[in-house]
């Protein structure tokens, strides 16, 4: 799934928002957690009124999860997904909002945490989350088998003989994934019709057959 987060304010504008019946066919609050209310506006302004005893101001992190475009995301994995989400940026157990909307046979899905800690009465810090979400939606990506975009492929798909000084000493500090070059084999041999095509098409991304080994299977 493509996530995207941000922190902010506007309780009321976001539950407008989120509840919006206009643009969507179908809008459903498939969770609230942590409120003494069962409607998203109720929720929503709790989170506020507890914000008040703070000097935070974005006292909300507000996430949309989309699935690709050939996938129709269930409400199974939006709720793991959230539960990943929230496990990686110290948001457990923090009051939480999961609004569902679908259009033309698509879904997609937006979670609304308090980062007001009520123990402490402080905001918890979510340090750098933009890119804690771009490895946990390269994660969910590949625990689903779906097709990596290029945003999130190691360096864009681009082939390590092309790699900038950073870029292959970033490589070898990370790794490669071995999902992500057991999809990089399969894409390669789904799209070729020869031998040649698909020992091409690996080269291209950087992988090479060693020689004098002439037996291609699929991955």
């Not at 992500?180 to 057959?209: T, V």
């Amino acid at each position: 799934m493509i996530l995207k987060g941000s922190q902010r304010s506007g309780a009321k504008a976001l539950a407008d928002h989120l509840m919006n019946d206009r643009d969507n066919d179908f809008v459903t609050c498939l969770d609230l957690r942590g409120f003494s209310t069962d409607e998203l506006h109720g929720a929503l302004a709790e989170m506020h009124a507890i914000s008040k005893a703070t000097q935070c101001k974005k006292f909300m992190f507000s996430l949309s999860l989309n699935p690709p475009q050939d996938h129709v995301g269930t409400e199974e994995e939006f709720l793991d997904a959230a539960a990943r989400i929230e496990q990686a940026l110290g948001l457990q157990g923090q009051p939480r909002a999961i609004v569902v909307h679908e259009k033309e046979n698509r879904r997609h899905a937006h979670v609304v945490w308090s980062r007001i800690d009520v123990d402490e009465l402080k905001a918890i810090h979510l340090g750098r989350f933009k890119l804690a979400l771009r490895d946990l939606s390269r994660d969910l990506f590949l625990d689903h088998g779906w097709e990596l975009p290029d945003g999130l492929a190691t360096f864009g798909n681009k082939s390590p003989l092309n790699f900038t000084l950073e870029e292959w000493q970033q490589a070898k500090r990370q790794g490669l994934d071995p999902r992500e070059i057991k999809q990089a084999f399969q894409q390669a041999w789904e799209r070729c019709d020869s031998q040649i095509g698909f020992k091409n098409a690996l080269e291209d991304r950087g992988y090479f057959l060693a020689r004098g080994d002439r037996r291609v299977n699929r991955p």
